[in-house]
């Protein structure tokens, strides 16, 4: 079996989805990492919940300034065109509907698109943050992920036993072997590695696979996993 | 990404008939007068778009903007607080022969109306026209002891909008207290058409004083030098 | 009987009960006239529904810029330190209780403090603006009218005829005859005109005028009516 | 009208026990760490302000700020999204002896709570964190078959904001990102102090550019060059 993407290159295959034009919110951490593959051509601006839009890449150390931060509390540049404001109208944005794609990661997404996400078990701080706002808030709601945990447990699943961070809100999953939508509380098998075989791919994913139509193959350029 | 349209008959191609448009502005303040009258433009060439349910402040004064676009029979329905103006005629013979549907709401609940549309709350409790006419056939609930109305979200599928500068991303100042509704209904409309009244570059306007977000608007057409609707009424002015 | 104070006296006694550091709204018409008897070495900031805090007199004839306006859709002048914002602020101000004072018109008060102030008859087109949203804003609402209607009808009655606006909303009502407060459902008499007798303000109210310590006179200056 | 006051002591000087506090910021930025320090000293030397509640998107980052109120015992209860930070030793021990009451709230949703509070809307309806632990035991309502969960307002006694610039009058404008929910809980609490690092006479800001109207602020007290808690963080610094 084939250890399939790193998360670089999970990461660069979601940004190829989005589109010319398209306003995102990058979830803290992983997903950060997708800004990195931006597609040559297309103009994408970036939304941080704490009130930026249009945010570029971290400053050179010791060019920080703290008070222009992203949602992860890392310091950010501007773009020009950028604006600021508060938080009710920064989720405003985000639950009014207006961002295009969100990009989360997950402990388990199940089949009928319930995500969790927030809280892996009981003993630790329990802390929400904007998990729970954001997958309400885009009209695509994309995760990234490893297709198993690193004790090989599947994080697509029939149905999540992690606490739940919504309901029914996923709608695509990249993982590091294979690209699946959710459709119908299925999951569609949209593109999977060449290498890897149908059933290899099944035994690996806590809930059946659906095809409907070709299964292309998912690939991505050789990336560094920062 | 650049969200300028080049003509401002264009900008308003789209709009079908039996839309539900938002249209900025309090009174003639921050009223897109050039907008509106590009849409009776098409009206009177086409006959779309008809049927319209305008959401507006006011419903219209004197023989110009909105006022005209009810005389000529464009609007089916509107909601407004305040259908009342200097020069009330076009919308009151309209109401009075029952030929165009009235939905009065608060001017508060108005505005909070629309911000929900824009902000994905689908009601919310007020205590404004608790116990009214106005309040006939909501919901109504009592917190900590005092009495409330459910109201709903207004959305659309347009706003039309007056704003000062504008950038291609869309982002928004505005004149003075022109800016009344406009920042709430470029949130809680489906495609939102902006005339500025002078362009720039992205980066033109200072991050932290940008009004409306790029996010909110999807078009923008610049109109130098605009039409101020109570000059033009003052004026006498008819686009009848 | 008396005439009475004349709208500009009624507006003046209303204007000398607004504190120094006051935020204010002054309905449209009538109740704008308290503004321009603001008392001497007082600060107090006017709020209009359509976004400005801190506006002015109207500017001379042809000084107009008419996207300056006010609730009423006159022009104004600004003060320094003024502010602008959008309408849900501005009733986020009103509705959230953050006015000190709102002086409204009134068609009829009842003594359980109910308004009907926006709609005398049922053939007029109707339009309510923001009279439903400030009866519910300020810490103190005040009303300011004639004691009764052009025909002699009272208009501090024990229940309101016309729509309503509010509920119990009033807590002042300053008339051409007198100044009444409005608690646990009744009239309390503060101040009457000195030369009119309780019976015939009496006679002239439509419901119980009830007193609690002392009747003030009711006393302003010669003011021309405007 | 002057909302100013001489010393950041006076300025929380009139805070009880037991009193409910909002304090702006996003991690360090927008946190008012002078206003915090003044509490701090006030408690060390009079044992009081203790048994508050605090509402912050965060519960403190490392020894100094937020963090050193929780940790020397003056909080009972924190409302916020995310207890979590680079070194966030003073909550979590508080909390897992049992010491401090947590009430967990979906960011965009205590935002919202917020804003309500400041505009007079006691509930809304929200679909974050429906169907999940977070929404239990709060009324949830179904409009155009999307299902949502009831939230109500946020209040507070005290508000505690670093802002830019501020008037005597109370208007204010905020520095870069460092406004997040600051112009939110301004308008959501009784009493507004407020740190600016630059005082004006009024009409010293553009009104078209003040964030902050003055209605929604009754103190003022200027501290220059403020401190950022992010720097003084990875400064190593504490106020315990």
């Given amino acids: 079996m084939t250890d399939g993407l790193n998360n670089a290159q999970i990461a660069w295959r979601a940004a190829q989805d989005i589109e010319d034009g398209a306003y995102v919110n990058l979830g803290i951490g992983f997903p950060e990492m997708v800004a990195s593959y931006e597609v040559e051509g297309r103009h994408v601006t970036y939304h941080t919940e704490n009130g930026v839009l249009g945010f570029g890449p971290a400053p050179e150390p010791g060019e920080e300034d703290w008070d ?101 809100c996923v709608t695509r999953v990249y993982t590091s072997h294979a690209l699946v939508d959710i459709e119908d509380g299925r999951f569609l098998l949209r593109e999977k590695l060449p290498d890897i075989s149908l059933d290899d791919l099944q035994a690996m994913t806590g809930a059946k696979l659906h095809i409907d139509g070709d299964v292309a193959g998912l690939n991505a350029p050789v990336l560094d996993h920062a | ?98 030929e165009i549907e009235l939905e009065l709401v608060p001017q508060g609940t108005l505005a909070e109306r629309i911000r929900a549309g824009g902000a994905g709350i689908p009601a919310f409790y007020t205590p404004t026209s608790y116990g009214t006419e106005l309040a006939e056939g909501k919901p109504t609930a009592t917190f900590d002891g005092k009495n409330y109305v459910q109201e709903r979200w207004l959305k659309a599928d347009f706003a039309l909008i007056k704003a000062e500068v504008g950038d291609s991303y869309g ?51 610049e109109v130098q030098k605009p039409q101020q609707e109570e000059v033009l009424i003052r004026a006498g002015e008819s686009y009848v």
């Fill in chain 2, 1 to 98: 990404m650049n969200k300028k349209i080049a003509s401002i008959a264009d900008a308003v191609a789209d709009i079908p008939d039996g839309a539900t448009i938002m249209i900025g502005g309090f009174g003639g303040s921050g009223n897109p007068i050039e907008l509106i009258h590009a849409m009776i433009d098409r009206f009177r060439e086409t006959g779309s778009p008809k049927d319209l349910t305008l959401i507006n402040n006011n419903a219209g004064n004197g023989r110009i903007g909105i006022a005209a676009m009810i005389d000529i029979g464009m609007a089916r329905k509107i909601i407004c607080s305040f259908p009342r103006s200097s020069d009330p005629r076009a919308f009151t013979e309209k109401y009075q022969a029952g």
């Fill in chain 1, 68 to 168: 222009m931060i992203n949602a992860g509390k890392k310091a950010i540049t501007l773009k020009p065109g950028a604006s600021f404001f508060h938080h009710a109208d920064s989720f405003a944005m985000v639950r009014g509907g207006h961002l295009d794609v969100a990009i989360l990661g997950a402990y388990q997404v199940a089949q009928n698109g319930d995500l969790a996400n927030w809280r892996a078990g009981s003993r630790a701080v329990p802390a929400v943050g904007g998990a729970m706002d954001l997958v309400h808030g885009a009209k695509r709601l994309a995760v990234i992920t490893t297709h198993c945990t690193k004790d090989g447990k599947p994080k697509l699943v029939e149905e999540c036993t992690f606490p739940l961070t919504g309901l029914g």
């Fill in chain 2, 171 to 221: 982002n928004l100042t505005y004149r003075l207290a022109a800016r009344n509704f406009s920042p709430l209904m470029c949130m809680a409309a489906d495609r939102t058409i902006v005339q500025v009244s002078s362009f720039v570059e992205p980066g033109g306007i200072d991050p932290e004083t940008v009004v409306t977000p790029g996010i909110f608007v999807d078009a923008l057409v």
